[in-house]
């Protein structure tokens, strides 16, 4: 009997000490960076389709442009660099963001979601205006 | 893979072509030489993309075509020339009974029929319908193993993180990259960085130009002056052929 009694306070010291973590457990929300002029609709998709759908889109235009030399910049196309030349932009301190940086547009959701991006191993993270490149010589013979 | 293409079907195709062209007019073919690329058509292998190179014409010590395909892909170096990755190479060979030297620049030969792809596990190795052999570094697992079967040493693999890409060139750590004919540039109608800069130089020792196409600068001389390839012997039917060898 005291035994019973044992596990079952025991297990309710458990559920209690529970209940005030689940407050304590909420990450805010990101703070995304809206292109200049805010509330322009994205030149591809609406925001809510974009956010949802943006790997498969991408994905579906990367195979085309590397097998198949599809290059098309019409509407409707969509390019990875093209959401990085509107999204990301120096920020109050004139500091563009890189993708080691939370603030990075790309980043900032990654990170709420937990979800890791392998796009700028490769790729640029920043238009290329923002880029500064010493020019250096490799040398050939 | 699906589009990965087979040479014996290709070839067989081909013959039927060419029996149904037959029994629909005589003489009459359908099938159109290349022209410039709507953009958004994909490419297709009725344009080959091939260079021709001058050796007698290449410049001694100049590195213009390499300079500029460094800078045209951002490709940085680390002061290890036996690892930094290298699209084109200046060689220079001397032949030694007469000492007479030649200086060539060695890129990817963009085969017919590449080893690299033959080997690549993924499928990243892969040629495009117009000949350009490229590395899908999306699916590239650096292994490596292109490296070891091309004969021309083309390939480079990039062992440190990389930032500050260009646009049309993108690299990164942990995959095997190699000339890509700039197809970002042919993709638009334009030529390769160091076809380019040779040309801007005055040296004019680089052609780029369609194969197939009978018309084009480079097929008229190669059909002139002909052109050799490197290791014909393994009959990869490069599509970068040189003169003066």
Same mark, same amino acid.
């Given at each position: 009997m005291t035994k019973r009694f044992l596990q079952l306070s025991l297990i309710l010291t458990g559920l209690i000490m529970l209940f005030p973590l689940q407050g304590m457990a909420e990450t805010p929300f990101p703070t995304i960076h809206e292109p200049e002029g805010a509330g322009v609709k994205c030149v591809v998709e609406d925001e809510d389709v974009m956010r949802r759908n943006h790997m498969d889109y991408i994905q579906h235009q990367r195979d085309k442009t590397m097998r198949e030399g599809i290059r098309a910049e019409s509407d409707g196309s969509y390019s990875l660099s093209k959401c990085i030349d509107c999204h990301v932009e120096a920020n109050d301190q004139g500091v563009v963001p890189t993708h080691n940086d939370k603030e990075h547009f790309c980043v900032a959701c990654h990170e709420y979601a937990a979800v890791q991006i392998d796009c700028f191993q490769c790729h640029?993270?920043? +238009?290329?205006?923002?880029i500064k490149r010493a020019a250096k010589d490799m040398g050939g013979e | 893979m699906s589009d990965q293409i087979n040479d014996s079907r290709r070839n067989f195709l081909s013959k039927a072509a060419v029996a149904g062209s037959i029994t629909i007019a005589p003489g009459v073919f359908l099938h159109q030489t290349a022209q410039?690329? +709507?953009?958004e058509q994909a490419v297709s292998n009725s344009t080959r993309w091939g260079m021709l190179i001058d050796t007698d014409k290449c410049a001694k010590g100049c590195t213009g075509c390499v300079d500029a395909c460094n800078n045209e892909h951002a490709l940085t170096g680390f002061d290890r020339p036996e690892s930094d990755a290298q699209y084109i190479r200046k060689v220079s060979l001397v032949e030694k009974q007469t000492g007479h030297e030649i200086s060539l620049p060695l890129m990817c030969q963009h085969c017919e029929k590449p080893p690299c792809v033959d080997v690549c596990p993924t499928g990243a190795s892969m040629k495009r319908e117009d000949g350009i052999v490229l590395v899908?570094?999306?699916? /590239?697992?650096? /292994?490596r193993y292109c490296m070891m079967a091309c004969p021309y040493k083309a390939r480079s693999f990039v062992h440190e993180k990389i930032e500050d890409q260009t646009l049309s060139a993108p690299r990164g750590k942990g995959t095997v990259e190699s000339c890509t004919m700039c197809t970002h540039r042919v993709d638009k109608d334009g030529i390769p960085a160091c076809v380019e800069a040779c040309t801007e130089d005055d040296h004019n020792a680089m052609t780029f130009g369609d194969?197939?196409? +009978?018309?084009?600068a480079i097929s008229q001389e190669l059909k002139k002056h002909g052109g050799k390839q490197i290791r014909a012997d393994l009959q990869l039917n490069t599509g970068v052929r040189y003169r003066g060898l």
């Open positions: 640029a993270d920043r +238009p290329q205006k923002f | 410039a690329k +709507p953009d899908d570094k999306h699916i /590239c697992i650096g /292994c194969l197939n196409d +009978p018309d084009s």
